[in-house]
Nanobody
Framework: EVQLAESGGGLVQAGGSLRLSCEGSGFTFDDYAIGWFRQAPGKGREGISCISTSNDKASYADSMKDRFTISRDNRKNTVNLQMNSLKPEDTAVYYC?????????WGQGTQVTVSS
């Protein structure tokens, strides 16, 4: 069974940093690109970043590319999202994502709250 589990969310002051992690299981982790999305209250799900299988290609939403960094450790089946210079508008539930076997899989999400 494909599973994704996010961790690392919490409450942080504006300007602070958080590091989110996504651990995958039930599939050959090395073979799949992994993405991060977020959903703020009352808004739709927003793409943040995606990383290729071999860690050599990453893409970011324009509004986050100067503050967020995605990386992966295939030995630990983990993708990390380092978030710096956080703003109150970054408050959201953050999800990781994989498309496997023609289906979309999401983790349960981790809450990030940035206070002003």
């Amino acid at each position: 069974e494909v599973q994704l589990a996010e961790s690392g969310g919490g409450l942080v002051q504006a300007g602070g940093s958080l590091r989110l992690s996504c651990e995958g299981s039930g599939f050959t982790f090395d073979d799949y690109a992994i993405g991060w999305f977020r959903q703020a209250p009352g808004k739709g799900r927003e793409g943040i970043s995606c990383i290729s299988t071999s860690n050599d290609k990453a893409s970011y939403a324009d509004s986050m590319k100067d503050r967020f960094t995605i990386s992966r450790d295939n030995r630990k089946n983990t993708v990390n999202l380092q978030m710096n210079s956080l703003k109150p508008e970054d408050t959201a539930v953050y999800y990781c994502y994989v498309r496997f076997g023609g289906q979309n899989y999401w983790g349960q999400g981790t809450q990030v709250t940035v206070s002003s």
